[in-house]
């Protein structure tokens, strides 16, 4: 595709609820990265895959917090009962290679809102 | 762990005067990124810098890399309204993780 694309861009959730972030990487990119973005802040890093394994899920805050890319493309980033301090834009991000040496191209976010 | 330490956290500038930030790391780098994001977007990468000592441009943009590969900067000459935006620096851990700063938010009057 022409770029990463996420969804949804926005999702509001009421305390407790599971929630399901999609993200779509670059056709063909190796590497794939997850990261949760406060306001004001920069992007924290959570986890990252080269094609469909997990290599490094240090970044993961708790074990409500679980990645997915069963067939080394999309990716989806679940939040179990999810709670007010996981509101945050979640931004995924993909590279041509492995290892984060590679440029990332991030797509536009998700917009979590926990109420 | 790997920090790096960004500033300042904000700058106000008239469009048309310069603009400069570092990025401070207290363990030597193997590279460095930096990426801008516009206000409601994402971070677009800008450059990576490698080598001890290296500068790079891109038009108005001068971005350096330490001698001691622990410190970069980015300035920009001259200030444009489109300049506007957070500046993030993004340093490699020696795996895959990779830590951004805080970010200079750069904030431009015309």
């Known amino acids: 595709g022409a770029g990463v694309s996420q969804s949804p861009r926005y999702k509001v959730a009421k305390r407790g609820q599971d929630v399901a972030l999609r993200c779509d990487p670059i056709s063909g990119h190796v590497s794939l990265f997850w990261y949760q973005q406060a306001l004001g802040q920069g992007p924290e890093f959570l986890t990252y895959?080269?094609?469909?394994?997990?290599?490094?899920k240090s970044g993961l805050p708790s074990d409500r917090f679980f990645a997915e890319r069963p067939e080394g493309s999309v990716s989806t980033l679940k939040i179990q009962r999810t709670q007010q301090e996981d509101s945050a834009v979640y931004l995924c991000a993909s590279s041509a290679r492995q290892g984060s040496w590679e440029t990332q191209y991030f797509g536009p976010g998700t917009r979590l809102l926990v109420l | 762990g790997q920090q790096v330490m960004q500033i300042p956290q904000y700058q106000h500038v008239q469009e048309g005067e310069d603009f400069t930030t570092y990025c401070n790391s207290s363990?030597?780098?193997?590279?460095i990124q930096w990426y801008k994001q516009r206000p409601g977007g994402h971070p677009v990468f800008l450059i990576q810098?490698?080598?001890?000592?290296e500068v790079k441009k891109q038009k108005r943009l001068t971005f350096q890399f330490g001698e001691a590969k622990k410190n970069s900067s980015l300035h920009i000459t001259a200030t444009q309204t489109t300049d506007v935006g957070t500046y993030f620096c993004?340093?490699?851990?020696?795996?895959?993780?990779?830590?951004f700063g805080a970010g200079t938010r750069l904030f431009v009057k015309a």
């Open positions: 993004a340093v490699n851990t020696g795996g895959f993780k990779t830590i």
């Open positions: 363990t030597t780098l193997s590279n």
């Open positions: 895959f080269q094609n469909e394994a997990q290599l490094d």
């Open positions: 810098l490698v080598k001890s000592g």
